[in-house]
């Protein structure tokens, strides 16, 4: 029986990425709080925050494959969530500059049947950003709906000199493993 997938976010870019599955998916916020435990390792701390959101899903439709996914940006140790306003977007943006971060996006894919769990890292480099270019980009309210407070598909990009690792894992959601991970469940038509 194929079963129906369901994307544990509201991110227009997650749902934008799981187009290119081309499979038929349906899109549910997880209620959850996004807290980083501390007794954990960062990246276990972020792959339970992605089973914390596909098992809030997946409770209200128990007969789908649910995948769930968190992002953050760490910098020497400090993680960078969501800004909270401008003045914490600025503050992160002045922070990145110039630096070396990681990105780690944990991702969780719960069925009746199995949960597969994984993550995946990839270092960006920023060069030297102008205060006056942060500034612009901020007031554009881009970067405050995501980690670290840039966007590498939008006018964030203009900030990177390199990356290390999967672009996509970048942007919220590493879709070439989660493809592979997903052909392997029973219940998917790949």
Known sequence: MIKNIILASQSPRRRELML???????SENPQIDEVID?????????????????LDVFKRHPQSIVIGSDTVVVLDDQILGKPSDDKDAIRML????????????GVCILSDKEKIVF?????VTFYPIDEA??????????????????????????FIKSIDGDYYTIMGLPIAELNRRLKMMEGVNA
């Open 94 to 105: 002045k922070l990145l500059s110039g630096k070396t971060h990681k990105v780690i996006t």
């Open 133 to 158: 270019l942060i500034k612009s980009y901020v007031a554009t309210s881009l970067p405050l709906d995501k980690a670290g407070a840039y966007g590498i598909q939008d006018k964030g990009a203009l």
């Open 38 to 54: 501390p007794s954990l390792s960062l990246t276990k701390a972020i792959e339970k925050i992605a089973i914390d959101k596909a």
């Open 20 to 26: 290119l599955l081309n499979m038929p998916f349906n």
């Open 119 to 123: 993550n995946s890292i990839a270092k």
